[in-house]
């Protein structure tokens, strides 16, 4: 199983980011998805939920309206944009295969997102 997420980097407040984390290893089909972060110092908490089909979606209260979680089972992806970004959402992202029945759970190496001015 492999996570590989892209699409992080530095944007100024206000602004607009689109993560993806490209899967394989699996039938990405069958499972959900979610994607976490970081920030220096903090512990890392839960951001947006996907079902398998991409018809469920849930958000962390703090980006609701802001993010939007999806996903394309044809191209093995789970995405995240992200807009009206502020400087505390400064952190790690990390792509997330939730655990299912017997299989455990698997993290991608992360990516960074700064929102700065």
């Known amino acids: 199983v492999q996570l590989v997420e892209s699409g992080g980097g530095m944007v100024q407040p206000g602004g607009s980011l689109r993560l993806s984390c490209a899967a394989s290893g699996f039938i990405f089909s069958r499972y959900a998805m979610t994607w976490y972060r970081q920030a220096p110092g903090k512990e890392r908490e839960w951001v947006a939920h996907?079902?398998?089909?991409?018809?469920?979606?849930n958000y962390a209260d703090f980006v609701k309206g802001r993010f939007t979680i999806s996903r394309d089972n044809t191209k093995n992806t789970v995405y995240l944009q992200m807009s009206s970004l502020k400087p505390e959402d400064t952190a790690v992202y990390y792509c997330n295969r939730p655990p299912m029945s017997d299989y455990p759970e698997y993290w991608g190496q992360g990516t960074q997102v700064t929102v700065s001015s």
């Open positions: 996907i079902s398998n089909t991409g018809s469920t979606t």
